[in-house]
Structure formats: C-alpha cells, structure tokens
C-alpha cells in the first residue's frame, strides 16, 4: 500500500467536513453488535461519539481495506484507531478505551461509520 500523510490528510478533511454538515450515520443495526455494545457499556452519547470523530488525526490512520461485500467491492474502507478516555456505565470508573474505527465514503460524500467499538487486538498504525 502506497499512502502518503496528504493521502490521509485530504481523507479526513472530507470525512470531518461531512461529518460537521451531520452527512454522516454511526452503523448501530443488528448486524453491528460490538458498536452498540460501545454505547452501552460506556457512558457516551452521538454528541460525544461526532467530537471522537472529529478529533481523528493522521497518525490514527491504520490501513484500507477492501469491501468485501457482495456489490459494494469497489468500496475502500478506512481504518483508524484512537484510545480515549470513557466512564463506565456501571462502575462509573473512567478508563482508557483503544477504540477500532472504519469508515466508508460514497462517491456523493456520505460518511458510514461501519466500526466505532473497542479494538478486539492490537493495531498496528501506518505512520507512527
């Protein structure tokens, strides 16, 4: 994989404008357990899930994958990874969370959170 930090740079200036303009949704349907889980297990709300978003920089940036989905193979998803500071919804203790975050952009610039949950295994980061 041949990416640059513009690459990203200019990927994330659209996500995060498209984001700010709400052309964006957080996938929480039945197929995406591990996401709702995030919003169940931690305190933290659509609010607090949009600032997570928009504070992603280039150095969270991890690799593309490619949609592997029938009718959707020409698709790029982005994966990011970011730790961030989360309160327990039972417990209330404040902990450190690694979270696993993917993106799809359609070609109108649409942005489709397809993963916002806790990593399952470590990450390796592409420019760190």
């Known amino acids: 994989m041949d990416i640059t930090l513009d690459d990203i740079d200019v990927y994330l200036a659209e996500v995060k404008d498209a984001i700010r303009k709400n052309r964006y949704r957080i996938e929480l349907n039945s197929h995406r357990q591990d996401n709702r889980n995030l919003f169940l297990t931690y305190v933290i709300d659509e609010t607090m899930a949009k600032d997570l978003l928009l504070g992603l920089t280039t150095t969270d940036f991890s690799e593309i994958l ?10 790029r998803l982005y994966v990011f990874g970011k730790e961030v500071e989360l309160l327990e919804r039972i417990g209330n203790a404040s902990r450190s969370v690694p979270l696993y975050i993917k993106f799809n952009k359609t070609d109108n610039c649409y942005i489709i959170v397809v993963s916002l949950h806790e990593q399952k295994y470590p990450m390796k980061y592409y420019f760190k």
């Open 66 to 75: 490619q949609n592997e989905h029938k009718g959707y193979e020409h698709e």
